[in-house]
């Protein structure tokens, strides 16, 4: 599957921002999606999974209640509703797939497919 990351952008503190990650493919359905994030000089971290059905979603702590993941499979879209934004959530933001466990997973290496990555920016 081919992933194409979307939607980053500069906002203010408090702002909010869509994100969106389209795939390539007709088994959409079959992956589990992920979105991580990578600010400069630290590594990628994850913030938000989500099942092949979309009835189950897992979030870092430091997102929880801010940021909401949901996916379209009819669209093969899956998104990343951002609110409350602070600076310290400015990253390249990557979406991801996960092609194997049925369960959702935290960890990078266990996603097989990764987009290209979105740029959010938030000033204070």
């Known amino acids: 599957v081919q992933l194409q990351a979307s939607g980053g952008g500069l906002v203010q503190t408090g702002g909010s921002l869509r994100l969106s990650c389209a795939a390539s493919?007709?088994?959409?359905?079959?992956?589990?999606m992920g979105w991580f994030r990578q600010a400069p000089g630290k590594e990628r971290d994850f913030v938000a999974a989500?099942?092949?059905?979309?009835?189950?979603?897992y979030y870092a702590d430091s997102v929880k209640g801010r940021f909401t993941i949901s996916r379209d499979n009819a669209k093969n879209t899956v998104y990343l509703q951002m609110n409350s934004l602070k600076p310290e959530d400015t990253a390249v933001y990557y979406c991801?797939?996960?092609?194997?466990?049925?369960?959702?997973?935290?960890?990078?290496?266990?996603?097989?497919?990764w987009g290209q990555g979105t740029l959010v920016t938030v000033s204070s």
């Open positions: 493919g007709r088994t959409f359905s079959s992956y589990v």
């Open positions: 991801a797939a996960d092609g194997f466990n049925a369960n959702l997973r935290i960890g990078a290496g266990e996603y097989d497919y």
């Open positions: 989500i099942n092949r059905n979309g009835g189950s979603t």
